[in-house]
């Protein structure tokens, strides 16, 4: 059974940057107006997320990390809302199947926070009261300890760390009026350090740049027939002056941050067509839609989407973005 677990862990979590994804995403969950993330090895042997959000109740925390607890749907209808978010309740349990969990945490109006540790699903003793400002932090150490040849490909690898800059510089322009940072351990500054920001492109300036700010355009589209299709679209294009090697795309879906192969796709299509040149583009796109419209089973990491109606989406945004990007090169 310990073997099954471990091996179900390793699928929901590839490597070190998915565990930050889950890690961010229940700090985000939990209402936190700041995230700072602490990587020390790439994430094998440390990862520390801390927030200010409204923290874990004492009696919760002896079956926090079994496999389904999850405080975020009660109902059936709940279920049907939540749907899009993926699985529920199998991405802290997962790191304790393949990491150590150690999670300190304080609940509004207490005086003090409890300190927890877990392994293979389960607290290893009572909490233990410790002091504590406000929030959850939780570390994550020895990632893939029991997964050696897991362990020895990431090892060798040194993009783990700027996998997990980039997550943490899309989050921060989406939630921009949460403060980010990341931070390799023993680094004197930030890699990622967002405050929150007054607009969505002084977001993008603090954590992408000047050069990407300056050369970005707002676009927007929706659709209200509940029988084709029902979305509403918010983003900020590259123009003609932006010129890349690749295609950045940030895109956030029901304010889940998403992939979507065929709309990137669709996307970098109209630039080839219109602007040859710049045709590596920054994206940034939120897209709402009603949740039982995404699937996101695609994937066991959960960040590969489709949708219903998805080829009417794709043709919208791909007319706003052509007929954008032609106004603005005239
Ligand atoms: P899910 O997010 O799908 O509910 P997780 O395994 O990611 O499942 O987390 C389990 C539960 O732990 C959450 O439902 C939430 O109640 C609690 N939790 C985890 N992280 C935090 C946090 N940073 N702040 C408050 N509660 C948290
Ligand atoms: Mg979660």
Do not use: W
């Not at 109902?75 to 529920?88: A, H, P, V």
């Not at 980010?180 to 002084?202: E, M, Q």
């Not at 304010?255 to 996307?267: M, N, S, T």
């Amino acid at each position: 059974e310990a073997v099954v677990n471990r091996i179900a862990a390793g699928e929901v979590l590839q490597r070190p940057v998915s565990a930050v994804k889950e890690l961010v995403e229940n700090s985000l969950d939990a209402g936190s107006t700041s995230v700072s993330v602490l990587v020390k090895d790439g994430g094998l042997k440390l990862i520390q997320v801390s927030d200010d959000g409204h923290g874990i109740r004492y009696e919760d925390l002896p079956i926090l990390c079994e496999r389904h607890t999850t405080s975020k749907l009660s109902t059936y209808e709940d279920l049907q809302t939540i749907k899009s978010m993926g699985f529920r309740g199998e991405a802290l349990a997962s790191m304790t199947y393949v990491g150590h969990v150690t999670v300190t945490t304080i609940t509004k109006g207490q005086l003090h926070g409890y300190r927890a540790t877990y392994r293979d699903g389960l607290m290893e003793h009572e909490p233990r009261p410790c002091a504590a400002v406000n929030g959850t932090q939780i570390v994550v150490e020895n990632l893939f300890y029991n997964m050696i040849a897991r362990r020895k490909t990431l090892q060798n690898s040194a993009d783990e760390y700027p996998k997990i800059v980039d997550l943490l510089s899309r989050f921060a322009i989406h939630h921009k009026n949460v403060s980010f940072s990341c931070r390799k351990h023993g680094a004197a500054r930030a890699d990622v350090h967002s405050t929150a920001a007054s607009s969505r492109l002084d977001a993008i300036r603090s954590v992408y740049g000047v050069t990407v700010a300056r050369n970005l355009m707002k676009i927007n589209t929706s659709d209200n027939d509940q029988l084709s299709s029902n979305f509403e679209m918010v983003g900020l294009i590259s123009n003609a002056n932006y010129v890349a090697k690749k295609i950045t795309m940030v895109l956030f879906i029901n304010d889940r941050l998403v992939e979507c192969g065929a709309l990137k796709r669709a996307i970098e299509i109209v630039y080839a067509a219109t602007l040859p040149k710049a045709s590596k583009p920054f994206v940034y796109m939120s897209i709402m839609l009603p949740s039982e419209h995404v699937d996101v089973n695609v994937h066991p990491t959960k960040r590969e989407v489709s949708l219903l109606n998805q080829e009417i989406i794709i043709e919208k945004i791909q007319s706003v973005i052509e007929s954008t990007l032609r106004s603005s090169n005239a």
